[in-house]
């Protein structure tokens, strides 16, 4: 029978098959439970929450959903004891590989329907920040591939055992044992469901989709060469497992494609480019690894070209001059931390040709290079190096914070350019750089403001970009609108950079103007954040893959879930989208500027006193009934609420939950404590002390001059700035 007629009779026996359908109804209704069951902890984003969640349960889900289809439909022949009659008309051969193809149609089917069916609610929810290219990858990249493994794995175990009992126990805990104990941690074992750290919103996921792309390929590599090797174990002729084999070589083209398959997926395992080799103890390889700062030769300036157009491939381009001063009369060894994933081309010393030398050992996405400088008092060094950026292969979570990305880049000292190990020599050594990025990225840089100089004719846009007393540079680049905000009483510049998707949302909300009220607020009552002169202050949306906020030089970043609407409507952090904007900016006071922690309070947190900033920010703006009516009464609202639940009165009945719903009114309970209840005893002491004005000083006192520890304030050193106790407070 002809091979083509074949499949497309049993293609359209498959779909006039109710188990077929039966298949396909659950992966799709899997989709919707993936909305409330399947959750990534502490990541909010839109895309998370209607998108990536829902997307993993259904991935997982159908993974065993039709390898039970694959041996259902594998089986029937053995189980009706037809194998005589159909084997007689079609080889088993062609018979398995025309059931396999018709299978995975049903698996692509599947995908299609969803992407359809899905598509308009999907539109719907994530409104302003939807990704249609994100929402296609994630149904037919992440999606499709799952119960196509899922079928290969389950036919393999079929063909060589005949047994389906055994063959969808081995699926089952093959997925299992992927996914958890030590190989949980590892990216390349995930073959059902690739590693989704998370999904941003408003900026590129285009790492996401670039792992996932290469770990399907080396999949499908590794099981379509298993396949093909189960197929030589047929059963033919009544003969046994060893004798079908036997018989079964006598087919070289299939051995010879399943060894070059299963070579060609080893080969992607060993030569994966995302991840580096950093030790698993990083911590004692960090402590142990050798100091090179040398401290009598100086670095007194730094020019810096780098092009980082090629965002398709992620990579990076670049030449960088070094000044350096040799105080010490004799040759040193000059040591550079540099990105595992980039090399150093090309090196000239006082314009002759020198060699680099480096060391193969990786430490947190770094590799170190050297070379030799020589007694000249005055030297100059220039590099040239190439690569695309490698990740750090941290087994507790993927570290997405250096990328190259068509809509997002994000590169810190060593993942910009080789730094010298070396001091400055004054705090005015220059660093000057000029980098060329795609037209529709705004770059934002340590250090001065940023300068455009010149359009390119290739869609590219040059920028300048300067730094002084520093041997280091951050860049970060996105589809930003920059504003100006005012209110900090004219002591430095603040510059906020926010996506453009946001733009519209936030003019209608009028958040430009709560922002400044922020601003001014906190610096007025506190102390305004303190950089170098002629450095603004910078505040940046951050993307989702920073898993929280940071801080470096002058540039601060908030959290990307902070502008979603799940977040606006958080009334633990304010009664409008606005003011939850405003809450995320004093975070710049008291978080990133001024840590708050306690080892022996955990609920005394920064979000706290920023919940109290707010309410204070709100009765200045609104007035003592706008306050009052959205936080003193919402706040003694939910501590009463917190109280009366039955659970806190009777905790012993806490362990009798299942553990999801035991979390979930944990994680309630802890929320209250965080916001409402850290800003009510604040507001409690600052009745005790004598008002406003008092409690102002204390946390100006605090903010400026800090804790008794240096690295942050307790909960201690607040009470004894406001000179009171515990049981004063009537604290719990």
């Known amino acids: 029978?002809?091979?083509?007629?074949?499949?497309?009779?049993?293609?359209?026996?498959?779909?006039?098959?109710?188990?077929?359908?039966?298949?396909?109804?659950?992966?799709?209704?899997?989709?919707?439970?993936?909305?409330?069951i399947y959750q990534m902890s502490g990541l909010t984003t839109m895309a998370v929450l209607y998108l990536a969640n829902p997307i993993s349960?259904?991935?997982?889900?159908?993974?065993?959903?039709?390898?039970?289809?694959?041996?259902?439909?594998?089986?029937k022949t053995h189980k009706n004891h037809v194998e005589a009659i159909t084997y007689s008309i079609v080889s088993p051969w062609t018979m398995t590989l025309v059931l396999t193809a018709g299978l995975i149609i049903c698996a692509l089917l599947t995908a299609v329907l969803g992407f359809l069916l899905f598509l308009p609610y999907t539109y719907q929810k994530l409104d302003l920040v939807f990704s249609f290219s994100d929402y296609f990858l994630c149904w037919f990249?992440?999606?499709?591939?799952?119960?196509?493994?899922?079928?290969?794995?389950?036919?393999?175990?079929?063909?060589?055992?005949?047994?389906?009992?055994?063959?969808?126990?081995?699926?089952?805990?093959?997925?299992?044992?992927?996914?958890?104990?030590?190989?949980?941690?590892?990216c390349w074992w995930q073959w059902s469901l690739p590693v989704f750290p998370a999904l941003s919103d408003d900026f590129s996921n285009a790492v996401v989709f670039r792992i996932a792309f290469y770990s399907r390929s080396m999949w499908l590599c590794i099981f379509g060469g298993c396949f093909l090797i189960a197929l030589l174990c047929l059963r033919r002729y009544k003969k046994n497992l060893l004798r079908s084999f036997l018989f079964g070589l006598r087919k070289p083209f299939t051995i010879v494609l399943a060894l070059c398959l299963l070579s060609l997926g080893g080969s992607l395992l060993y030569f994966q480019p995302f991840f580096d080799s950093s030790p698993t103890d990083w911590i004692t390889a960090q402590i142990t690894h050798p100091e090179h700062i040398l401290d009598d030769v100086f670095l007194t300036g730094t020019e810096l070209t780098a092009d980082i157009t090629d965002?398709?491939?992620?990579?990076?381009?670049?030449?960088?001059?070094?000044?350096?001063?040799?105080?010490?009369?004799?040759?040193?060894?000059?040591?550079?931390?540099?990105?595992?994933?980039?090399?150093?081309?090309?090196?000239?010393?006082?314009?002759?040709?020198?060699?680099?030398?480096?060391?193969?050992?990786?430490?947190?996405?770094?590799?170190?290079?050297?070379?030799?400088?020589?007694?000249?008092?005055?030297?100059?060094?220039?590099?040239?190096?190439?690569?695309?950026?490698?990740?750090?292969?941290?087994?507790?979570?993927?570290?997405?914070?250096?990328?190259?990305?068509?809509?997002?880049?994000?590169?810190?000292?060593?993942?910009?350019?080789?730094?010298?190990?070396?001091?400055?020599?004054?705090?005015?050594?220059?660093?000057?750089?000029?980098?060329?990025?795609?037209?529709?990225?705004?770059?934002?840089?340590?250090?001065?403001?940023?300068?455009?100089?010149?359009?390119?004719?290739?869609?590219?846009?040059?920028?300048?970009?300067?730094?002084?007393?520093?041997?280091?540079?951050?860049?970060?680049?996105?589809?930003?609108?920059?504003?100006?905000?005012?209110?900090?009483?004219?002591?430095?510049?603040?510059?906020?950079?926010?996506?453009?998707?946001?733009?519209?949302?936030?003019?209608?909300?009028?958040?430009?103007?709560?922002?400044?009220?922020?601003?001014?607020?906190?610096?007025?009552?506190?102390?305004?954040?303190?950089f170098a002169k002629g450095k603004p202050f910078k505040i940046i949306q951050g993307t989702e893959f920073m898993f929280g906020g940071y801080a470096v030089s002058n540039i601060s970043s908030t959290l990307e879930e902070s502008f979603t609407v799940k977040n606006f409507q958080d009334t633990a952090k304010g009664s409008t989208g606005a003011e939850?904007?405003?809450?995320?900016?004093?975070?710049?006071?008291?978080?990133?500027?001024?840590?708050?922690?306690?080892?022996?309070?955990?609920?005394?947190?920064?979000?706290?006193?920023?919940?109290?900033?707010?309410?204070?920010?709100?009765?200045?703006?609104?007035?003592?009934?706008?306050?009052?009516?959205?936080?003193?009464?919402?706040?003694?609202?939910?501590?009463?609420?917190?109280?009366?639940?039955?659970?806190?009165?009777?905790?012993?009945?806490?362990?009798?939950?299942?553990?999801?719903?035991?979390t979930t009114i944990r994680n309630e309970i802890n929320s209250v404590y965080l916001y409402d209840g850290t800003a009510q005893l604040i507001k409690r002491a600052e009745e005790l002390i004598g008002g406003r004005e008092k409690m102002d000083s204390v946390l100006s006192q605090l903010f400026l001059e800090g804790g008794a520890t240096p690295l942050y304030i307790t909960f201690d050193d607040f009470l004894n700035s406001c000179g009171l106790t515990k049981e004063e407070l009537n604290y719990e």
């Open 57 to 75: 349960l259904c991935t997982l889900s159908s993974t065993v959903l039709f390898s039970v289809l694959a041996l259902y439909e594998l089986n």
């Open 311 to 530: 965002t398709a491939f992620g990579t990076i381009s670049g030449s960088v001059v070094y000044h350096i001063e040799n105080t010490s009369g004799q040759p040193r060894e000059l040591y550079f931390h540099l990105n595992a994933g980039y090399s150093i081309q090309s090196a000239t010393l006082n314009d002759e040709p020198i060699s680099m030398i480096i060391d193969p050992t990786d430490l947190i996405s770094r590799r170190d290079w050297s070379c030799t400088l020589p007694a000249d008092p005055e030297i100059t060094l220039k590099l040239t190096y190439h690569g695309s950026p490698k990740i750090w292969n941290n087994r507790s979570t993927i570290l997405l914070n250096t990328m190259i990305t068509p809509t997002y880049i994000d590169l810190l000292s060593i993942h910009l350019f080789p730094v010298p190990q070396l001091v400055t020599k004054t705090s005015q050594t220059p660093f000057l750089a000029n980098i060329t990025l795609p037209a529709n990225l705004v770059p934002v840089t340590t250090g001065y403001a940023t300068e455009w100089i010149s359009d390119n004719n290739d869609n590219t846009k040059t920028w300048s970009a300067s730094d002084s007393g520093t041997s280091i540079m951050g860049l970060c680049a996105a589809d930003y609108v920059k504003t100006e905000l005012k209110g900090n009483r004219g002591t430095i510049p603040i510059e906020f950079y926010y996506s453009r998707k946001h733009q519209k949302q936030l003019e209608e909300m009028n958040a430009i103007s709560i922002i400044e009220a922020a601003v001014a607020y906190c610096t007025e009552h506190y102390g305004p954040r303190s």
């Open 580 to 662: 939850v904007l405003a809450h995320e900016i004093i975070h710049q006071w008291w978080g990133l500027g001024v840590m708050l922690e306690d080892s022996e309070n955990p609920y005394w947190t920064s979000e706290g006193i920023t919940t109290y900033s707010t309410y204070r920010l709100m009765e200045e703006l609104y007035g003592e009934e706008y306050a009052k009516q959205y936080y003193l009464d919402k706040w003694d609202s939910s501590m009463t609420r917190r109280k009366n639940n039955f659970y806190i009165r009777h905790p012993e009945y806490m362990d009798c939950l299942p553990e999801e719903y035991a």
């Open 1 to 36: 029978m002809n091979t083509l007629r074949l499949f497309r009779l049993e293609l359209c026996r498959l779909l006039l098959c109710r188990t077929t359908w039966l298949t396909i109804i659950l992966s799709l209704i899997l989709y919707l439970f993936g909305y409330s």
């Open 141 to 186: 990249l992440i999606f499709f591939p799952a119960p196509v493994f899922g079928i290969l794995l389950a036919a393999c175990c079929y063909l060589i055992t005949q047994r389906t009992d055994v063959s969808i126990l081995a699926v089952i805990v093959f997925l299992i044992f992927s996914r958890s104990g030590a190989q949980k941690e590892q």
